[in-house]
């Protein structure tokens, strides 16, 4: 079984609510009061008239709730348009508000240089989540130039005052060597400072470091710890994670019922790693009940995904009627498939099946396979 942490980038768009914090406009700290408390409909009587009179605070918050449909029809169009408004006069939670309509083409066509621009005017003013959508672009080359210099710099700003998700992507950085010189220890920093505030990408990250001894010494108890914080978030790999730790009493004692809780917790969010773990258990009964059948159903989700481990072990199904009908010609396009992935046994199983069957079945195998 194959034991993963994720290490990808993920763009969060949070629309940042604060209070206005220049000029008090009459009615507008009744208006926030109100909307702190979810009375949309006098937030939106109090905020209304100050927006039309050029208050960008109201502005911003009438745009998030057209957006939401909070007090209001959810209009996207309308949303930005307030966004914009309060943006050019330079309110950062507009100005990085708009630049996610614009990212994403709600509401507004979409125009990923227009949204950097958007985001580098908000992260200028310090923006913490600015600047990690900003970082964001800059890693993915979404509407200027890929660099992971700038990337690292941009998360480095947010990571510092505190946001999690760019504490987690700088650690990403480091662990991978991508802008900065690869360093296992500070990676490990940085997805700590994320999984102490609750993380569960950062929770995984810090306790595939611990699986691993990467960055920190190894240490199986820690990883299960931080993988079962993830895991308790619904954090499909985490659960996945865990379960590997269960199966293997790594860190925890060995106990194959508590692997499968686990597996099936991810399996049921679609995570192919932990279906073709499950289909492993099921099939060879090892906390749960031997059942061929089960044992072929999860091969199958995690095959369909192109899971290379599963194509081999749904072939080898179909090779030996275990969970369904001996099917010679399955097994050998299931085989090829792992095959293509370069998984060495597919290769090997697939000359043996290919030695038993009929001219008629080895025509219609590769009339499946395309070749």
């Known amino acids: 079984m194959i034991y993963r942490a994720i290490t990808g980038i993920t763009l969060c768009l949070t629309l940042v ?18 909307y702190s408390r979810h009375d949309y409909a006098t937030a939106l009587r109090e905020f209304r008239p100050l927006a039309e009179q050029g208050h960008a605070s109201a502005q911003n918050y009438l745009g998030i709730m057209y957006q939401n449909g909070w007090g209001v029809p959810v209009d996207n169009a309308t949303a930005a348009q307030w966004y914009r408004k ?3 006069q330079g309110n950062a939670f507009a100005q990085n508000n708009l630049g996610v309509m ?10 990923l240089t227009g949204a950097v621009s958007w985001y580098r005017k908000a992260a200028e003013q310090g923006h913490a989540q600015a600047q990690y959508n900003l970082g964001y672009m800059y890693q993915e080359g ?20 505190g946001h999690s998700m760019a504490q987690n992507n700088l650690g990403v950085s480091f662990a991978k ?3 900065v010189p690869q360093n296992f220890s500070r990676a490990s920093e940085w997805y700590r400072k994320a999984a102490e505030q609750g993380n569960a990408l950062a929770q995984d990250n810090l306790a595939f470091m611990y699986r691993n001894g990467r960055g920190v010494p190894k240490d199986y108890a820690q990883a299960a710890a931080w993988y ?15 379960g590997l730790l269960y199966e293997h009493g790594q860190g925890v004692p060995q106990d194959y019922a508590r692997a499968a809780q686990w597996y099936r917790k991810a399996a049921d969010q679609g995570n192919h790693w932990a279906q073709n773990n499950l289909g492993i258990l099921y099939q060879n009964g090892l906390g ?11 091969y199958r989700k995690a095959a369909d995904q192109g899971h290379a481990a599963a194509q081999f072990n749904l072939g080898a199904m179909y090779q030996g009627g275990l969970g369904v009908e001996r099917d010679f010609v399955q097994a050998y396009v299931w085989y090829t498939r792992a095959a293509a992935q370069g998984h060495a046994e597919a290769v090997t199983n697939r000359s043996s099946v290919l030695s038993v069957m009929s001219p008629a079945q080895k025509e219609e195998a590769r009339r499946r396979v395309g070749r």
Do not use: C, I
């Open 142 to 161: 979404q509407g200027v130039t890929q660099s992971d210099v700038a990337a690292v710099d941009w998360y480095r700003r947010a990571a510092e005052q």
């Open 228 to 242: 079962r914080k993830a895991a308790d978030q619904g954090h499909a790999e985490a659960q996945n994670n865990l």
């Open 102 to 111: 614009l990212q994403k083409g709600k509401g507004v066509p979409r125009n």
């Open 17 to 34: 609510l604060l209070p206005f914090q220049g000029k008090a406009w009459a009615g507008y700290h009744e208006g926030f009061a109100a």
């Open 288 to 298: 749960v009940a031997q059942d061929p059948a089960q044992a072929v159903y999860w």
């Open 86 to 88: 309060a943006a050019e």
């Open 177 to 179: 060597g991508r802008g």
